[in-house]
């Protein structure tokens, strides 16, 4: 089955505990991105990939890593998590980066 | 800046209504506009894409049409039923940008 996985689905942990959030696809895409979701805020792209070892900064990237070793994983790394990042996160992936997007099921993070 | 703006905001129906939701966008310059499902707490299910040289996308009883002079698009629903309950959410699509924008969503309750 085509899909976007994310892992872990939830995740409570305190200020200053490096943690990734891991993303895979299976659709051979070349295009990954990560999407923040808040309250009042709607869904902002943190940073994108056009391609292995392509990675740009989204509207939201301070605070956030990103690295693109292989074409089907793109984990989110958060070195030093502060309780403003508590969030849900969302990975999304398309064949490029103009075409149709399909997203993961989504990350609850609680930072304390 | 690409900006998006869904109307209504909420909305609350008997089900077998036939239902327009409605979503305008600044930047007409887009590539493509996907329409989306988000159920509570959960990811986004895409549900319709249309190409910007598209008048119109059918998908079942979904049916979505752009009108990328005047920045509008529009996903109509008929005969709702309960399962058709969720947030519905407009992205439009511009290579300038290389990210989805997002409308902050329409909300449809749909009561038996």
């Known amino acids: 089955e085509a899909q976007v996985t994310q892992n872990p689905r939830y995740l409570i942990t305190v200020t200053g505990k490096k943690l990734t959030v891991t993303c895979s696809q299976n659709?051979?895409?070349?295009?990954m991105s990560w999407y923040r979701q808040d309250p009042g805020l709607g869904l902002r792209q943190i940073y994108y990939?056009?391609?292995?070892?392509?990675?740009d900064k989204g509207d939201v990237p301070e605070g956030y890593k990103v690295s693109r070793k292989e074409k089907r994983n793109f984990p989110l790394i958060l070195e030093s998590p502060s309780p403003n990042q508590t969030s849900l996160y969302f990975c999304?992936?398309?064949?490029?980066?103009?075409?149709?997007?399909?997203f993961g099921p989504g990350t609850r993070l609680t930072v304390t | 800046k690409q900006e998006v703006t869904q109307i209504p905001a909420a909305l609350s129906v008997p089900e077998g209504e036939n239902l327009v939701l409605n979503c305008s966008f600044t930047?007409?310059?887009?590539?493509?506009l996907q329409w989306f499902r988000q159920d509570p707490g959960k990811g986004l299910t895409s549900l319709l894409l249309?190409?910007?040289?598209?008048r119109e996308q059918t998908s079942g009883r979904l049916n979505a049409s752009l009108d990328k002079s005047s920045g509008r698009s529009t996903l109509y629903i008929a005969a709702s039923q309960p399962g058709d309950s969720a947030t519905y959410l407009c992205?439009?699509?511009?290579?300038?940008?290389?990210?989805?924008?997002f409308g902050a969503g329409t909300r449809l309750a749909v009561h038996p």
């Open positions: 930047d007409s310059a887009i590539y493509n």
């Open positions: 999304a992936s398309s064949r490029q980066g103009l075409g149709e997007q399909y």
């Open positions: 992205a439009p699509n511009s290579g300038g940008y290389n990210k989805l924008i």
């Open positions: 659709m051979n895409h070349e295009y």
């Open positions: 990939s056009m391609n292995v070892e392509v990675t």
């Open positions: 249309i190409q910007s040289s598209q």
